[in-house]
């Protein structure tokens, strides 16, 4: 089993920054891949970001490329997700998980684990 921890969520103006951090704990041996997702009020959960195990790849939607910043440190299992310039449209429930494998992912179905989520809140 794999536990997913996040934080780093919050309240901040449109135009700040935060970054959310996620470790992960268990049976983490082998190699995974990790991602972010979000889910604002009465929408579906949708991709953020998502970095390979080596680092080497990453992934970003859209809505966030340019803004946002997906990295890992291995030694200590946790990813992070620097967010830049932040608008009220990403509000929402930030959500980390681990896909086992070197590969990174874009679907929520590619992913076996999940955090329970940070809070990002953005005030215009």
């Known amino acids: 089993q794999v536990q997913l921890v996040e934080s780093g969520g919050g309240l901040v103006q449109a135009g700040g920054s935060l970054r959310l951090s996620c470790a992960a704990s268990g049976r983490t041996t082998s190699y995974y891949a990790m991602g972010w997702f979000r889910q604002a009020p009465g929408k579906e959960r949708e991709f953020v970001a998502a970095i390979s195990w080596s680092g080497g790849i990453t992934y970003y939607a859209d809505s966030v490329k340019g803004r946002s910043t997906i990295s890992r440190d291995n030694a200590k299992n946790t990813v992070y997700l620097q967010m830049n310039g932040l608008k009220a449209e990403d509000t929402a429930v930030y959500y980390c998980?681990?896909?086992w494998g070197a590969g990174a992912a874009t679907l929520r179905n590619e992913y076996e684990y999940w955090g329970q989520g940070t809070q990002v809140t953005v005030s215009s």
């Open positions: 998980a681990l896909r």
